[in-house]
């Protein structure tokens, strides 16, 4: 079945420091890509989107690109700030409109000023 | 736009009990899926409601039952709860299913503690 791999946390980053969360899947077809974030205590938000191959989703300073060949949308930020401290997560979801997302297990960021 | 809403925030139950949790869609949403999450792990798919009726079902056992009303809001119901249910449970909603290129929007969640 479809499934999605993130790498381990948490990742601990001063501000301002380059962010890359790795993240690739396995999947039937040419799913749609997510990165949802969710701050201490709150539920899920979308952060950013892709929908097919090379497509680049972009959102708050945030960027992750769809890479077919590799099976991977990586999540990156140039510069983080405290108030990106949260837990990111990887997901797809079948682009026929279902709408059942299937997540990875998260990735902790921490920023420290 | 008030956006996906769910009640209650918090809820703490005892082993055996029974409890139902409540939740209103985005306006324009008419399908609603559940989740749970455990503690450190990601969002697990429960099932999907649509038209009033299950469409979608999650590996989660009988005791998680589900309903949605005409007005598209949902409750989901649990029975005999286990201290492993413990979780943060998520509501989802989206347009109606077949429309591409769009995404589920999520509420802030009810935590449940069984004790």
């Known amino acids: 079945g479809d499934s999605v791999t993130q790498m381990e946390g948490p990742v601990t980053l001063s501000e301002e420091a380059f962010l890359t969360i790795n993240c690739t899947y396995t999947a039937t077809g040419y799913p749609s890509l997510f990165w949802y974030v969710q701050y201490p205590g709150e539920g899920l938000q979308l952060l950013l989107k892709?929908?097919?191959?090379?497509d680049k989703g972009s959102n708050k300073g945030f960027e992750a690109t769809y890479r077919k060949e590799t099976t991977s949308f990586h999540l990156e930020k140039g510069s983080v700030q405290v108030s990106d401290s949260a837990v990111y997560f990887c997901?797809?979801?079948?682009?026929?409109?279902?709408?059942?997302?299937?997540f990875g297990r998260g990735t902790s960021l921490i920023v420290h000023p | 736009d008030a956006g996906v809403t769910q009640s209650p925030t918090h809820l703490i139950k005892t082993r055996g009990q029974q409890v139902t949790l409540r939740c209103s869609p985005k306006?324009?949403?008419?399908?609603v899926s559940w989740y749970q999450q455990a503690l450190g792990q990601g969002p697990q798919f429960i099932f999907q409601y649509y038209e009033e009726e299950e469409r979608q079902r999650g590996n989660f056992p009988d005791r998680f039952s589900g309903h949605q009303f005409p007005n598209y809001s949902s409750e989901l119901n649990v029975n005999a709860l286990l201290l492993g249910d413990s979780a943060l449970y998520l509501c989802a909603s989206s347009p109606t299913p077949g429309q591409m290129n769009t995404e589920a929007f999520f509420g802030q969640g009810t935590r449940l503690t069984v004790v």
């Open positions: 306006s324009g949403h008419d399908t």
């Open positions: 997901a797809l979801s079948d682009p026929g409109g279902s709408y059942i997302p299937t």
């Open positions: 892709a929908t097919k191959a090379d």
